[in-house]
């Protein structure tokens, strides 16, 4: 790994408290993220110190009221402190951004005395959530899940089999999608589950190419009983309500993405610029100096691409589409400017000593979760074009 310290990010944030909030970030993640990183993901060790700090810190809860513990941050300013912790490692950026995703039902459909029962724990209080929408069977066609929940007096008990969760097995409160009523996503309602619920535990992780510090579980619901007054929202209404967060959750990964990929490119014009064959830096040839602007050119197009999603968003439009874009052009941007990192180390890029080939290798999951990329280009398409004939 190259001593050379990257630039930091010229952002446009909206405030003097944003600026302030993004340098806290910055050096948070600077001295007590990165510095563990690579040790830390090669013996797939989850970092939960990381998560307890960034919840003293007032950071797990950033786009939400402060009146439970939140932070009171547009999306615009919440998201650009994602791209900084992703960028000092993507598990704990990705898992902030999960724990988002896990709190955005209760803070957007629960009652008024479910939010202050619940919520101040869950923003600001050290616990760590996880969203259980697919499963073995739905994965992108998340309206066909099964596992059940069934009406017992005044609580539901929940039988199931939720897959490829974050956080899984290890997670404080789950959100979980579950069927109460007819097939097809009318007949799903949301509930929040505590961890430690009886009945529910977590498979062993799965083994996976990249972010092995970031457990990935199946979870198993067996006679899971919940309170009603732990369903979030109405009867019949969990699917509009996972769709709802998934647009949310789509401009979080877009964000981890962009701060991958420009990690990848720090590293590479760190090494480019040391690194001398045939009397120079090989920072002077050609070649390279044209994929490192290419790499430049897409990583500032990503940053301005979700930026402006989240902008619509914040000011109560419409996003749907923009959040789609925003997903694909920059998880596609991180998976071509981390390859492109290792090839401009030569061999060193494809040893474990620089951190290119880790980058490499945790891009391609971003192409995946939060919705493929080709149910991206499903969603543009429908906003463009209109919806399929039938």
């Known amino acids: ?187 799903i309602t949301a509930f929040l589950v505590p961890g430690d619920a009886p009945g529910l535990s977590g498979a062993l992780p799965e083994k996976k190419m990249g972010m092995k510090g970031s457990p990935t579980a199946q979870v198993h619901l067996d006679g899971v009983r919940v309170p009603d007054d732990r369903r979030i929202g109405e009867e019949g209404q969990g699917f509009a309500i996972a769709l709802a967060a998934l647009d949310s959750g789509r401009l979080g990964i877009a964000a981890c993405a962009v701060g991958l990929a420009q990690a990848a490119l720090d590293e590479a014009v760190a090494y480019a610029t040391e690194r001398r064959q045939f009397g120079r830096p090989i920072a002077d040839f050609q070649g390279l100096r044209f994929m490192i602007a290419d790499m430049a050119t897409q990583i500032e197009a990503g940053r301005a691409l979700y930026l402006a999603a989240a902008r619509l968003r914040d000011a109560g439009r419409p996003f749907a589409k923009q959040a789609a874009m925003a997903k694909l052009h920059c998880t596609d941007t991180a998976m071509k400017v981390t390859t492109d990192a290792v090839q401009i180390l030569g061999g060193y890029g494809y040893t474990a000593d620089f951190p290119a080939e880790r980058y490499m290798r945790e891009a391609k999951v971003l192409q995946i979760v939060e919705g493929t990329n080709q149910i991206q280009r499903m969603v543009i398409a429908r906003h463009v074009a209109g919806p399929e004939a039938r």
Not at 73 to 102: D, F, I, K, M, N
Not at 128 to 137: H, I, M, N, Q, V
């Open 1 to 187: 790994m190259s001593d050379r310290d990257p630039q930091p990010v010229e952002r446009q944030l909206p405030t003097e408290e944003s600026r302030d909030l993004l340098a806290l970030v910055r050096e948070i993640a600077q001295r007590e993220i990165a510095p563990k990183a690579a040790e830390e993901e090669d013996a797939g060790r989850f970092p939960r110190d990381a998560f307890t700090l960034l919840s003293e810190s007032g950071l797990l809860g950033l786009p939400y009221d402060a009146e439970y513990g939140g932070g009171d941050q547009p999306y615009e300013v919440y998201l650009q402190v994602l791209e900084e912790l992703a960028s000092a490692r993507l598990t704990v950026g990705l898992g902030v951004s999960v724990h988002t995703l896990a709190c955005h039902a209760l803070a957007g459909y629960g009652t008024k005395q479910q939010q202050v029962e619940h919520l101040p724990a869950m923003l600001g209080g050290g616990l760590l959530g996880a969203y259980c929408l697919s499963e073995p069977a739905s994965g992108s066609d998340a309206a066909s899940l099964r596992t059940k929940a069934v009406r017992d007096g005044d609580a539901w008990v929940l039988d199931g089999t939720k897959a490829w969760i974050t956080h899984g097995g290890i997670a404080d409160f789950y959100t979980v999608l579950a069927r109460t009523g007819e097939d097809g996503p009318r007949g």
